[in-house]
């Protein structure tokens, strides 16, 4: 599956931002989908995940993030509000079948300004 990301931007402190990311192939609905970020100077970490009707998170985002899916338009979002600087990030979104994410999109930055 190919993934592209979209709708990062440049977003003042406690504001909001949709991400995007639709991928190719009709097996879209089997797919674990998640969101990664990598700040500046720091590993890539992980953000949140779907699969089926359940969701994960990272501590850093419970409450503000939102993962969703449109399986009939084959996209995965991620829904992001009360925005800090500290989410400043390119975001990346990824697939997979098995243990491993093994099939990533391009990235999206997300600057949040103070």
């Known amino acids: 599956v190919q993934l592209q990301a979209s709708g990062g931007g440049l977003v003042q402190a406690g504001g909001s931002l949709r991400l995007s990311c639709t991928a190719s192939?009709?097996?879209?609905?089997?797919?674990?989908m998640g969101w990664f970020r990598q700040a500046p100077g720091k590993e890539r970490e992980f953000v949140a995940a779907i699969s089926g009707l359940t969701s994960y998170y990272a501590d850093s985002v419970k409450g503000r993030f939102t993962i969703s899916r449109d399986n009939a338009k084959n996209t995965v979002y991620l829904q992001m509000n009360n925005l800090k600087p500290e989410d400043t990030a390119i975001y990346y979104c990824a697939a997979k079948l098995g243990r491993e994410y093994d099939n990533w999109g391009q990235g999206t930055q997300v600057t949040v300004s103070s």
């Open positions: 192939g009709r097996t879209f609905n089997t797919y674990r």
